[in-house]
């Protein structure tokens, strides 16, 4: 049974750093894609940050030079470094996981396993 868990969200200011986290139990990263989505009130659940079984990684737009994604294969966690966060960035941020295929995940509907998310909320 694949379970997640996020931590490290919290309310900071504009331009800081915030490293979150996500336990990982009941998985294997050598057959699991990986990944970080965020959710904003009133609007639609939209992947961050990817990394994919063999340690390829993939962003979004939005995170490109600022977000950088990795793993703990030894620790079972999966990390999201932040950094110059602005106020756009807030949302609830969730880890995601799902067993690779020939074609990368990139939607929230190619995952199957959800962690509860960890608030990350930004003030100019």
């Known amino acids: 049974q694949v379970q997640l868990q996020e931590s490290g969200g919290g309310s900071v200011q504009s331009g800081v750093s915030l490293r979150l986290s996500c336990a990982a139990s009941g998985l294997t990263y050598s057959r699991y894609c990986m990944a970080w989505f965020r959710q904003a009130p009133g609007k639609e659940r939209e992947g961050v940050a990817f990394?994919?079984?063999?340690?390829?990684?993939r962003y979004a737009d939005s995170a490109k030079g600022r977000f950088t994604i990795s793993q703990d294969n030894a620790k079972n966690t999966l990390y999201l470094q932040m950094n110059s966060l602005k106020p756009e960035d807030t949302a609830m941020y969730y880890c995601?996981?799902?067993?690779?295929?020939?074609?990368?995940?990139?939607?929230?509907?190619?995952?199957?396993?959800w962690g509860q998310g960890t608030q990350v909320t930004v003030s100019s």
């Open positions: 995601a996981a799902v067993v690779c295929g020939e074609a990368p995940k990139v939607l929230a509907g190619d995952f199957s396993y």
């Open positions: 990394i994919d079984s063999d340690g390829t990684t």
